[in-house]
């Protein structure tokens, strides 16, 4: 167990010009939970690949406890990886796939049998020790590549999707059982996931990457309360935070015509980000024209055109919609970005809260 | 006659397909049936391929299992029954027992080397990126040689007079005199056959490293730091499959595929040359003309490589993990 910190690090791949990763600082605590999320093609393997030695790191350096890493073996990193197609030994016993790496590192016998035994108890695995990963189902394969990682007792474990080749409800469940597990160990782990929801239940911290740089780190709650650019909001939370053109006059967010909240903010061009579970249906306020709804149940959502600007709203009365309805926001639920850079604009009527760590 | 054993090898293809089957107790079960109107016109599908068999496989078989229970006359006149005296007569002579040691000496070696030094060049070949193509191409260009053709070249090289292998072995004080010196002429063979199929065995080592998945390599490269054990413990397992399968068909390549090599190598030359037991066949046989001792030899040659198939099947195979 160790912490992990990358100084400057990037990536450029031989024979392309521009870089896969670039200028990545990340303090990676003892035991954190850190899950890289980014849309496909950002870097998120990339980066995670360089930590495991995959990948050779063209600039920066990684450390992982005191160690720098750079120049090591992936065998000497002392780290454990969860491939997204398990990668298992295909001709051995699903026993001498987590005892393999054990072997290679001299461990006494006993002390193998031990852990495996101990590993196989915590992933229900007992039954299939002696099975060929061939004969054993994806959930089980998943378990079985924890397995392996777990025995190492490593500094670090690095996962790469792991659970992306699985089923949406075996998805939940292996979701909650990764978290509980590296609870349980305390060991320092940087997961890879393009699926915003995953990594909002998995993390301590979240990285959002955006075509191989930082967008923003921060827990979980707080980059969904307080994206710092256009992309993060569009990025976490689903629906997708609907992003409009609007100015700010008087002291006033107006959109499309109609003011829709006070904003401590200089007049001018801005875009707005309203989450679609934080607009309210109200009597008066912004006119919205409804165009379809989605009925989820529990709640519903609904999509909808202001001026000629998309937006959704979630709905929890039953009532039958008119075909304009009127919106309504509480001014620190409103979010303004540079409607140039897209970075977040920070206004005094937006109290973050942020629960504290 | 002669093309008994030359056609047992071009059947072999077939034969392993056939007997692997065979062995795994699987049967071709049709995935849609094609129902026919006439019940003959499926037979009329197979008839060249069946024609192609009984005429090049099965007719020269049966041949050569009746003429060898008979003894020929050499001008062709007549021939005489009698029974099992070319078998015993073959078994017990000292020709073809030291004929039978070469041609077992001679398939292990050239089996291993080929398959050895084809697998280095895999391994190596696998691992450069750049360049990996011509590397490649220059390789495999090899095998586009026809073995009479590769024996001629590799004939060259060992010349006694300009051959460049017949300098450097005179630099060692070494006297090189292809096709006169039994063990000269041995190691002229083992070096043109081995260089004639590692490209063939290049190949499919090649294909088979290049199909371990890319993680699976990498989850080793996490679990062990040499390179060594990585090799031996992941990839060759791996490859196991490939392997068994390029050991089948070396095999029968040293047994077989090597005559117009031997031909080349020690044909009009004195007889105290080494040669494998298909090529006694054809001496024998045509030069010697003793078409009933050659057709007994050529009968046993059949058995031995029958059992052999069998064996490695019976044997080898259960430990190879068919991925
Ligand atoms: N071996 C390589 N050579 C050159 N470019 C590469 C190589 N591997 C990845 N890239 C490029 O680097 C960038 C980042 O790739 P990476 O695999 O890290 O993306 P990712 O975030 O993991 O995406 P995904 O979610 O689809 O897995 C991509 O633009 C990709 O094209
Ligand atoms: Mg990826």
């Known amino acids: ?357 | 006659m002669t093309d008994t054993p030359l056609s047992l090898a071009e059947a072999d293809s077939t034969l392993f397909a056939r007997l692997r089957r065979w062995w795994s107790g699987e049967t071709a079960t049709p995935v849609k049936r094609v129902q026919f109107d006439r019940p003959l016109t499926p037979w009329m599908f197979l008839l060249p391929q069946l024609a192609v068999v009984a005429i090049f496989f099965y007719w020269p078989s049966v041949q050569a299992v009746t003429s060898s229970f008979y003894l020929e006359d050499p001008f062709g006149f007549g021939a005489t029954f009698v029974g099992l005296d070319n078998y015993t007569e073959a078994l017990t002579s000292r020709g073809y027992m030291s004929t039978a040691a070469f041609t077992a000496f001679f398939c292990v070696v050239v089996t291993a080397l080929s398959l050895g030094l084809g697998l280095l060049l895999a391994v190596k070949a696998d691992k450069v990126i750049r360049g990996a193509e011509t590397y490649k191409t220059l390789l495999i260009s090899v095998y586009a040689i026809a073995p009479p053709v590769a024996g001629l070249i590799g004939m060259m090289f060992f010349d006694m007079h300009m051959g460049p292998f017949t300098q450097i072995a005179a630099w060692f004080g070494h006297d090189l005199r292809v096709g006169i010196d039994y063990w000269d002429t041995a190691t002229a063979l083992i070096v043109i056959s081995v260089w004639k199929q590692i490209p063939y065995n290049f190949i499919f080592f090649l294909s088979g490293l290049q199909s371990v998945p890319v993680s699976v390599r990498e989850a080793a490269l996490i679990d062990a730091k040499s390179g060594w054990r990585r090799f031996c413990d992941i990839t060759l397992p791996l490859l196991a499959p490939t392997a068994f399968f390029l050991l089948v068909i070396n095999i029968t390549y040293t047994m077989f595929d090597t005559f117009p090599i031997i031909d080349v190598i020690v044909k009009d030359k004195p007889a105290n040359n080494p040669m494998t037991l298909v090529y006694k066949v054809y001496l024998d046989g045509f030069k010697g003309n003793d078409i009933g001792g050659s057709s007994a030899q050529s009968v046993i040659l059949m058995v031995v490589v029958a059992l052999l198939t069998v064996l490695q099947f019976r044997f080898l195979e259960r430990r190879v993990h068919y991925g």
């Open chain 1, 1 to 357: 167990m160790a912490h992990l910190s990358l100084t400057n690090v990037g990536k450029t791949y031989g024979g392309s010009a521009q870089p896969a990763v670039a200028d990545v600082n990340i303090e990676i605590r003892d035991g954190e939970f850190i899950v890289l999320v980014g849309p496909s093609g950002c870097g998120k393997s990339t980066l995670l690949r360089m930590v495991a030695g995959l990948e050779t790191i063209t600039e920066g350096e990684i450390r992982i406890g005191e160690r720098l890493v750079n120049k090591l073996d992936p065998a000497e990193r002392d780290i454990a990886m969860v491939f997204q197609n398990y990668a298992l030994y295909p001709h051995m016993s699903v026993r001498d796939n987590m005892a393999y790496g054990l072997k290679n590192r001299g461990e006494r016998k006993a002390v193998i049998e031990e852990r495996v035994a101990e590993a196989a108890r915590m992933l229900e695995l007992r039954p299939y020790l002696d099975r060929k990963p061939r004969a054993l189902s994806g959930g089980q394969r998943q378990r079985v590549a924890m397995g392996r990682a777990i025995v190492r007792q490593p500094s670090a474990f690095l996962f790469d999707e792991p659970l992306s080749n699985l089923d949406a409800k075996l998805r939940v469940s292996m979701r909650m059982e990764i978290r509980k597990l590296q609870k349980r160990l305390g060991t320092t782990s940087l997961y890879v996931t393009h699926d915003q929801l995953e990594a909002m239940t998995l993390a301590d911290r979240l990285v959002v990457l955006n075509g191989g740089r930082v967008e923003q780190i921060g827990a979980p709650l707080e980059v969904y309360r307080a994206p710092a650019s256009t992309f993060v909001a569009s990025f976490i939370g689903a629906p997708a935070m609907s992003l409009l053109d609007a100015h700010v006059e008087n002291g006033q967010v107006m959109l499309e015509g109609h003011a829709l909240a006070p904003v401590a903010h200089a007049a001018g061009p801005v875009t707005l980000g309203l989450r679609a579970e934080d607009l309210r249906l109200t009597s008066g306020g912004v006119p919205m024209r409804v165009d379809h709804v989605e009925e989820l149940g529990a709640q519903r959502i609904v999509h909808g055109t202001v001026g000629d600007q998309a937006l959704a709203i979630i709905d929890t009365s039953e009532a039958l919609l008119p075909e304009t309805v009127h919106l309504g926001v509480a001014p620190s639920r409103v979010h303004l970005f540079d409607a140039r850079t897209g970075r977040r604009i920070e206004t005094a009527t937006q109290p973050v809260a942020v629960p504290a760590e």
